[in-house]
């Protein structure tokens, strides 16, 4: 099975569409890690297109949290409750009722792989440090685990012997993901708002049969991502870090 696997989408429908257009005919169905709302200017365009794909597991996130109405955003920044809110409001009765479905992760796929949003711990942990990794890959005994949450692309590895390694390649290069014995933790980054200094919305692809990860950036049209942003009254801020991908 060659999966595309699609975190944090956060409304934003020029950048889905890059991906869907980028990855067309090399993969068969989605693994989605959660947040297709909140940030961005067009959330029922996203969860449209979303639920038009072959889905072969799903998880939800802390803003389709919000998005869904499950969660008020107490805990959120203001630009970003703002804009949860708004998907709250603006969502169609039919969409919003199949975001407040996506179940809480860790989700285990047919094929095994591990699917949550901010780790398997928790969903609305942030995994970025060496402790932080070693608390995920003891919370589930998964080889692959899949995660996103923090927008940033990351491929760890913990070896047989416990030795966390740092093994990210470039954007389409290939990462074998080999061993039986090795365990992963993969972050495709996100697709909506990439936080690593490159605004190209991020994405991956995985095979694991093969054992076959591939980071792949996508450029899209970020003005028109923008101008949705600024048209849905959302704060301009929320437009800005897109051109700068922070
Ligand atoms: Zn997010």
Redesign the pocket.
Known sequence: MRYLVL??V?ANASALESVLEDARDAWDAALLL??LV??GGSPNEVVDRVRSLPIAAAVR???DKVGAGLEDGRNFNPAARAAALWANESLSPDNLEWLRALPRGPVVADSGVVLCHGSPADEDAYVFSPRDVLDALQAHPGRLILF??T?LPMALRLDELGRLADRSARPGQALALGHEAHRWLLNPG?VG?PRDGNARASYALLEPETGRWELRRAEYDVAASQAAILAAGLPSFLADRLALGA
């Open positions: 975190s944090d956060h959660g947040d909140g940030y996130g802390n803003h996103g949450h927008h996100s708002q």
